[in-house]
């Protein structure tokens, strides 16, 4: 059922959302599916046929639901099947689902009702309660509005893009030292000012970008973006092994395979702590966070 959901969701490149779940559903015989089949057997959600591999992977608001389901089904000493999952569905009242239930003339009332009887719940069965979905900024949930972060910490970092040590980078391995110096820079600011979530990822999304663009402006031979990166890596292009890791593998001892990891592990954290060394005087005079708005609705320092 999931997995059939990530397949019709891999068919257009997209994360499994939770109407590609409500359309795996529509597949399962029973009630349940005769509640969502649309008039002349059209099917609710278009899809290719024969059905492709799975592919892409699960959208926050699918991972949502399906958490849903699962608890639904616990509380109630279940095995997690359809029934629990269209009923979280139903009750997560996710806009593409609803949109899609209006547009086909489907009443979801109706669904939820056919999915209580298949469990042999009662029809007046109170709403399934949603788990908190994941911060924003992570996974595909979109990071908090620029308006909306923390003044105070979102006034330093512009300071910290607008000091970047750009003539520094000679080689990847310094963007890379870069990029992992301003996520620490802001993740400690963060943690700080006490933040949520919410803000603590979306200060990270939103200053992880900007530093990307200003450093792939610099040096674009060295540093780049991620929307190049997801045009030369497609989440539906299959991985290949590395030929030489395999080898590797296979010639030494078990207790050695472990051991180019570990040098680079190593090599990386020196590879930072001496380019955080040498960029100091980039940072000097940064300002401190401060609770007071400028006329630009940004922290003052």
Known sequence: MVSRAFSIASESDELCQPVHLLAALEEVQG??????????????????????????GM???????????????????????????????IDQAD????????????????????????????????????????????HDRPALPVGELDAGVWAVLLW??????????KRKSDWYALSNLEQRAAWVLAERRAVDDDQRYSLLRHHGDRVEALAHEARSDLVETSEQGRQ????????????????????????????PTWFSNRRSGLRDKYFRFVSVPAYRGQPVPSSVPDDRGQASA
């Open 31 to 56: 009630p349940l599916s005769s509640a969502l089949k649309r008039p002349a057997g059209r099917w609710l959600y278009p899809r290719a046929v024969p059905p492709s591999n799975l592919g892409g």
């Open 95 to 138: 806009p593409g689902v609803v949109r899609l239930l209006s547009d086909t003339k489907v009443d979801p009332a109706t669904v939820r009702v056919n999915a209580l009887q298949t469990l042999g719940a009662p029809e007046g069965l109170a709403q399934v309660p949603m788990p908190p979905l994941c911060p924003a900024g992570t």
């Open 232 to 259: 030369r890596y497609p989440r539906s292009m299959p991985l290949v092994g590395n030929r030489r890791w395999s080898t590797w593998q296979r010639l030494v001892p078990s207790f050695m395979a472990g051991w």
């Open 59 to 89: 959208g926050y608001r699918g991972s949502q639901a399906v958490e849903a389901g699962g608890q639904f089904a616990e509380s109630r000493s279940e095995v997690f099947g359809p029934g629990h999952l269209a009923v979280a569905l």
């Open 160 to 169: 910290r893009q607008d000091h970047l040590p750009l003539r520094r980078l």
